[in-house]
C-alpha cells in the first residue's frame, strides 16, 4: 500500500504536511531518523502512520502521563480497535497491565506509549525483549538535553534502555524546539549521531515580536488588554502567586481574566481551560504549565509579564499565539533585575547546572537588549539563517519597525575579532569585553591576560557598544558559539573573511536600555500619557459646579457627593460610563450608581465637544492585600462584632481599623455601625457633629474639632461619626 492510502485509510487526511512524507520515509526504510518540526507540524503522525504499517509494536516515549492519555486517545478516535494504541505507566493497576501486555504479545498493538521511567524497569525491559519492537520514537526529545528549557534526567537513559531491548531498532527523535547545541546533545545521546535529520523552519512570520521595559507593568497590561477588547490572550508569569496577583487585578479592572497554574487541582484546572476555550473569559493568566496540549487557533497574544528562563521556553510559549495564521502579538515585559531574581533562584543548584541555567538567562537579556530584526535573532537561536530585509515575516517586530541609529563599527570589529584570536578562541564574550576595555577582573590575571600589548586597546568604546558588537556578530554569522564547550566565542569562516578584507563599512546598533527607561517612567508610558497626565482645569471648574448644584438639590454638603481627589481624578481620566467612573479615585460601586449619572453625561459631552483624546488606560485599580480583610470587616459589622475584636482579628490597631473604614465609606460602600456608636457615643453629642458635617465645608476631621471645640471631643469619637454620616448620606 503506498503511503498516501495509508494515510488516507487510517487518518483520512488526503495529503502530508511539511516534511512528514520524507520522515516517513526515512524510518520505514529503518533509519535513525530525528524530526525537528514546530509545535502543530504533525509530529505525531511520523511515528503513528509507520507504526500501523510496519510489523510489530512501536514503542513511543513521551514525558508526561497526560499526553499519553491524549495521543491514545486521538489515536483510538481514529475508529481502529481500542487495543491498536496503549500506554504502560504508574498510573495502571496490574489487571490493566496484564491486559497491555497480553495485547502487544498477540500483536493487536502497534504503539505503546511508556514514560522513560517505566523503561527503566527491568520487569518491563525483560518483556520487551520477549516482543517483536518495530521502533522507538522519542516525543519531546529536547528534554534529554540540560540545555533544552525542559530537562528530564530519566531521558537519558533511553539509549541504554534501547540497546538493552535490540541494538538494530530504528530510533527516532522529535521535537519542536532544538537550538544547536540541543540537537547535538540528542543525537549524542541516543547514539544517533549519523541519523537522517529533517528540520523545518521555525519562522511564524504572522507574529509580532516586541520587548518593553518593565515599568508601570500593570497599567501596560490592562491598557494592552482594553485596547484588544474580546480577543483572546495568554499572560505569562513565573510564580503562581504572580498568577493569581495578576489575575485578580485583571478582573477588578473589568477584564475577563482567569488564573491557570499546577497548583489548582485538576477540576479547577480544566474548568478554567475549558472557560477559555469556550471564550467565557479572554485572558488566562498562567505559570507554564499551561500551553502543553491546549490548541486555541485564535489566539490573539501571549505577554510575557517575567522574562522567561531561556529563549526555548519562550519560544515555544508565544508559538501559542496565531496559530491559525491571523494576529499573534508577542509582547515581553523585561526588566534586569528579574534576571538577576532568576539568578539568585539557582544558587542551590549543582554548580553545572547553574552554570547552564546563567548561559541560557544570558541569551534571554540578549535577545531582550539587541537592537536587531528580534526574529532574526530567534531563528538565529534556533540555527535558521533569515533575511531581514525579503524574508517572511521582515518588518514584524518592535525593533524592526522603530529602528535604531546606526553606529559605523569597521574597525571596531576586526579589533574584536583579533582579540578574540589572541586568546586562542577559548573565551566567552564577557570576558572577551572585558579585557578589550582594561578591566583587571580576577580571569584576567589568572590568564595573564592583562599583560597582553593589546590589554584595555578598545577602552576607548563603551563596554556596552562591544558586547551589542559581538551580539551582532554571532547574529550575522562572524562569530558562533562552540558546540562542545557552549558559550566559548569562536570565529567562523564569515568572520576570518572579515578579517582579511574588511568591507567598506559595517554598523552597529546600540542596545536598548531598558534600565533607563524603567527609571524615567517608560517610553511607551510617557507617550500616551502626554494626552492626559495634568489635570484639565476647564473640565474641574464644570465638575466643581455640577457638584454644587446636585449638593443642594439633595441638600447634602458637596463632598458628600463626591469628594475633590475623585474630580481630579475624573478631570484627568475623562470616564464616560458609570463603569469607567468606577475605576475613579475614592468612586466605589455605591457612589457611582448614586451621583454618578449626570457627571459622566457632563464628561462625555464635554469630551464630544473639545474632541478630546481620552487616556485609553484608566486609573488601574490595584488588589491590595487589603481587599481580603475589607470584605472580613465589611462582614464582621454585619454580624455587629465589636469594633475592637475586629482590629484584633485582623492584627490592626483601632486607628488602623478606622482609617480602613473611612476608606470603605468613601468610596460608596455603606456600612452601619449604630451598634457600635450607640454604646460610645452620648446621642446628644451624635446629633451636634452630625448636623456639623451636613452644613461643612469639608469632610476633615481637624476642621471638624476645631469647629466643634477641642476639649468637648475626641478624635475617634468624631471620626466614628464621619463614617456614619458618610456612610447614610453620601452612599
Ligand atoms: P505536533 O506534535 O507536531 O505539535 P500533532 O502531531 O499534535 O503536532 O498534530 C497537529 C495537528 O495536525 C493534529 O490535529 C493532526 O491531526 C493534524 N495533522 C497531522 N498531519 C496532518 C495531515 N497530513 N493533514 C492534515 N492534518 C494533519
Ligand atoms: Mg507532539
Known amino acids: 500500500m503506498s503511503l498516501e492510502s495509508a494515510l488516507k485509510e487510517h487518518f483520512g487526511f488526503d495529503a502530508f504536511k511539511g516534511m512528514q512524507r520524507e520522515v516517513i520515509e526515512s524510518l520505514m526504510a529503518g533509519k535513525d531518523t530525528f524530526a525537528i518540526m514546530p509545535t502543530g507540524g504533525g509530529k505525531s503522525l511520523c511515528y503513528q502512520l509507520p507504526a500501523l504499517m510496519k510489523p510489530g509494536t512501536a514503542i513511543i516515549i513521551s514525558p508526561l502521563i497526560a499526553l499519553m492519555k491524549n495521543q491514545v486517545d486521538s489515536i483510538r478516535s481514529y475508529g481502529s480497535e481500542d487495543n491498536i494504541a496503549h500506554f504502560l505507566n504508574s498510573s495502571l493497576n496490574k489487571t490493566e497491565i496484564t491486559q497491555v501486555k497480553e495485547d502487544v504479545v498477540n500483536g493487536n498493538t502497534k504503539m505503546l506509549y511508556l514514560a522513560p521511567e517505566s523503561l527503566n524497569k527491568a520487569e518491563n525491559l525483560e518483556f520487551l525483549k520477549s516482543v517483536t519492537i518495530s521502533f522507538v520514537a522519542v516525543d519531546e526529545a529536547h528534554c534529554i538535553s540540560e540545555w533544552g528549557h525542559d530537562f528530564r534526567p530519566e531521558y537519558r537513559r533511553i539509549k541504554e534502555m534501547i540497546k538493552g531491548i535490540d541494538q538494530t531498532i530504528p530510533v527516532m527523535a522529535l521535537t519542536a524546539t532544538a537550538t544547536p547545541k540541543v540537537q547535538s546533545d540528542i543525537q549524542k545521546n541516543l547514539g544517533m549521531t549519523d541519523a537522517a535529520v529533517y528540520k523545518a523552519s521555525f519562522n511564524r512570520p504572522n507574529l509580532f515580536y516586541e520587548v518593553r521595559s518593565k515599568s508601570d507593568p500593570v497599567k501596560q497590561l490592562i491598557r494592552f488588554i482594553k485596547e484588544n477588547e474580546g480577543k483572546s490572550g495568554i499572560i505569562y508569569c513565573l510564580s503562581r502567586k504572580k498568577v493569581e496577583e495578576i489575575a485578580s487585578t485583571l478582573q477588578v479592572n473589568g477584564i475577563k481574566a482567569l488564573p491557570y497554574h499546577a497548583g489548582f487541582d485538576a477540576n479547577t484546572r480544566s474548568r478554567h481551560q475549558d472557560n477559555f476555550l469556550m471564550e467565557d473569559v479572554d485572558v488566562i493568566v498562567a505559570t507554564i504549565a499551561f500551553g502543553m496540549g491546549i490548541d486555541k487557533p ?6 510575557h509579564y517575567d522574562m522567561p528562563k531561556s529563549l526555548e521556553g519562550y519560544y515555544q510559549e508565544t508559538g501559542r499565539a496565531g496559530r491559525d495564521g491571523g494576529e499573534g502579538k508577542c509582547i515581553a515585559f523585561y526588566d534586569y533585575k528579574d534576571i538577576e531574581k532568576l539568578e539568585k533562584f539557582m ?19 540578549s535577545y531582550a537588549e539587541t537592537a536587531i530584526s528580534r526574529r532574526k535573532f530567534l531563528l538565529n537561536y534556533f540555527g535558521e539563517e533569515w533575511d531581514e530585509n525579503n524574508g517572511e515575516g521582515a518588518n514584524m517586530d518592535d525593533n524592526s519597525v522603530r529602528p535604531k541609529e546606526a553606529i559605523e563599527f569597521k574597525d571596531n570589529m576586526t579589533t574584536l575579532f583579533t582579540m578574540i584570536d589572541t586568546v586562542k578562541q577559548r573565551f566567552k564574550s564577557k570576558h572577551i569585553v572585558n579585557i578589550l576595555c582594561g578591566m583587571n577582573t580576577s580571569e584576567a590575571s589568572t590568564y595573564r591576560h592583562n599583560k597582553l600589548p593589546s590589554f584595555g586597546i578598545g577602552k576607548a568604546v563603551d563596554p556596552k557598544l562591544w558586547m551589542a558588537a559581538v551580539r551582532q556578530a554571532l547574529v550575522q554569522g562572524y562569530l558562533y558559539k562552540d558546540i562542545e564547550n557552549y558559550g566559548l566565542l569562536k570565529i567562523s569562516e564569515k568572520g576570518r573573511a572579515f578579517m582579511e578584507n574588511p568591507p567598506s563599512s559595517f554598523v552597529i546598533y546600540k542596545d536598548h536600555d531598558y534600565s533607563a527607561e524603567i527609571e524615567k517612567g517608560g517610553e511607551v508610558l510617557t507617550n500616551a500619557r502626554s494626552g492626559g497626565a495634568v489635570m484639565d482645569e476647564q473640565l474641574m471648574g464644570l465638575l466643581k459646579d455640577l457638584r454644587k448644584k446636585i449638593s443642594k438639590e439633595k441638600n447634602v454638603p458637596p463632598f458628600v457627593v463626591f469628594q475633590d481627589p475623585s474630580l481630579h481624578d475624573m478631570a484627568n481620566q475623562y470616564p464616560i460610563s458609570i463603569d469607567e467612573l468606577k475605576n475613579i479615585q475614592g468612586v466605589g460601586n455605591g457612589k457611582a450608581l448614586k451621583f454618578g449619572k449626570p457627571f459622566v453625561e457632563l464628561i462625555t459631552k464635554y469630551v464630544d465637544e473639545n474632541g478630546i483624546e481620552r487616556p485609553q488606560d484608566m486609573v488601574v485599580k490595584s488588589v491590595v492585600n487589603k481587599s481580603g480583610r475589607k470584605v472580613y470587616i465589611i462582614q464582621s459589622i454585619d454580624r455587629k462584632i465589636p469594633l ?33 456608636i450607640d454604646d460610645v457615643v452620648d446621642e446628644d453629642r451624635l446629633d451636634e457633629v452630625y448636623e456639623y458635617f451636613m452644613e461643612a465645608d469639608s469632610p476633615d476631621i481637624d476642621d471638624a474639632l476645631e469647629e466643634l471645640g477641642n476639649d468637648d471631643y475626641t478624635t475617634e469619637e468624631l471620626r466614628l461619626i464621619r463614617i456614619k454620616f458618610m456612610s447614610e448620606v453620601a452612599n
Open 298 to 303: 485564535d489566539v490573539r497574544f501571549v505577554i
Open 347 to 365: 544558587h542551590n543548584k549543582p554548580v553545572a547546572e547553574q552554570e547552564v541555567g546563567r548561559q541560557l538567562l544570558e541569551e534571554v537579556v
Open 644 to 676: 475592637e475584636d475586629i482590629a484584633k482579628a485582623k492584627g490592626m490597631q483601632f486607628d488602623e481599623l478606622l482609617e480602613e473604614l473611612e476608606h470603605i465609606v468613601d468610596s460608596g460602600t455603606r456600612v452601619n455601625i449604630d451598634y457600635y
